[in-house]
């Protein structure tokens, strides 16, 4: 006969026994969502944006908003640094902006130390104003510096106020290097989401594939307007190039062969931009790429470097097909489906849109892989 303690202790046994079956059961109903891509394709704008969308405040709270600006005046005093050291090489600005130009090199660009008051944002402004600096931008391919930049400096007056808090956009554009993970937990329509954003950087990929086996969802974010831009790790390898090997390594990965696959080719309004300065296809040279595109391209002076018109469309069709294309050719199974969207990190509504449409994919083939739905939807 067992003793009342030996009875109590069978008792908290089977009490613990239960809690961790519940435990597990809420565990395995979670859908699970992995962020992948390279480093600068926008997977931490999407994880805040996320936040704004479906977290519990559906906003970001002040003490983040104050870090924000720190962040924010480290961002905008280290790239404009890197573009004014970079105007000698791509376009001298004028002699009257010495003055400003070494006020701004002498500040202090590490965060918290950094800021920007009205003297500086004055400099700021005045110097983006510049012909030669505003060449040194367009050139900005050749160097590492944030499209973000471009934001900031056109609201510099607003970012050197002493009362300056971001808006939701600067918050959205700040960047941090991702490093090791990070997860917020979301409830959609009363299904429990988990999501998982993971450092980009090529030093920090070994982190991640062995941890997330049996996640529902990859959502690889690749930002489509860095087909002209360089990695920060590796100066002669292209940033499409290396987004498009990544895609290959993960699509294929032994870790997500039942896991559903969704694409964001990311960053669409400066993809669009870009193409109207920035040629898509070079034939030769150390800057030869996508030799093989044979759609229409834009050609200067005509209907087609211009945004909006029917021809200038034609040619950010077939550039972002011909992209998509790059991407879907690497499946090596081609009964894997993978759904994809152009997106647009920043634009909460278009991620609101594309993550819709994803939520349905994701159910959907969460109820596939349980057994309890024959999926026959296409997908590429």
């Known amino acids: 006969k067992l003793t009342s303690a030996e009875v109590d202790e069978q008792r908290k046994d089977r009490e613990i026994a239960k809690r961790n079956r519940k435990d597990a059961d809420t565990e395995n109903k979670r859908i699970k969502l992995l962020l992948l891509g390279a480093g600068e394709s926008g997977k931490s704008t999407i994880f805040k944006q996320m936040r704004l969308l479906y977290g519990k405040e559906k906003k970001f709270s002040d003490a983040e908003m104050k870090k924000s600006a720190l962040t924010i005046y480290s961002n905008v005093i280290s790239d404009m640094q890197t573009v004014i050291q970079k105007s000698a090489e791509f376009g001298p600005y004028d002699d009257s902006l010495k003055e400003a130009a070494e006020s701004v090199l002498r500040q202090p660009y590490e965060a918290p130390t950094a ?39 056109e609201n510099i007056e607003r970012i050197g106020k002493d009362d300056y808090i971001p808006t939701t956009k600067d918050h959205l554009l700040t960047r941090v290097r991702t490093s090791g993970i990070v997860e917020e937990l979301y409830n959609i329509d009363g299904v429990d989401f988990v999501m998982f954003d993971v450092g980009g950087q090529r030093n920090e990929r070994r982190k991640w594939i062995h941890c997330f086996e049996d996640v529902t969802a990859v959502i690889f974010v690749a930002a489509i307007n860095e087909y002209d831009q360089v990695l920060y790790e590796d100066n002669k390898v292209n940033r499409m190039d290396e987004a498009v090997i990544l895609f290959e390594e ?40 996508f030799t093989d595109f044979d759609g229409p391209h834009v050609e200067p002076d005509t209907d087609s470097a211009i945004l909006g018109t029917d021809a200038y469309e034609l040619c950010y ?47 959907k083939e969460n109820l596939v892989l349980g057994g309890f739905f024959d999926n026959k939807e296409d997908a590429a």
């Open 115 to 153: 800021l920007i008051d009205e003297t500086v944002a004055k400099h700021i402004k005045a110097l983006w104003a510049d012909p030669g600096i505003q060449a040194t931008w367009s050139a900005r391919a050749n160097f590492q510096v944030q499209d973000a930049l471009q934001h900031y400096c």
């Open 250 to 289: 993960i699509c294929n990965s032994k870790w997500f062969v039942k896991t559903s696959m969704i694409l964001f080719l990311n960053k669409k309004d400066l993809f669009r931009e870009k193409l109207v300065s920035s040629p898509f296809r070079i034939d030769d040279g150390p800057d030869a790429r």
């Open 317 to 363: 069709e077939a550039a972002a097909d011909y992209c998509l294309q790059l991407f879907l050719s690497r499946r090596k199974t081609q009964s894997k489906k993978i759904y994809h969207h152009i997106t647009c990190a920043t634009d909460t509504s278009n991620v609101s849109t594309v993550f819709d449409a994803c939520k349905d994919i994701i159910l």
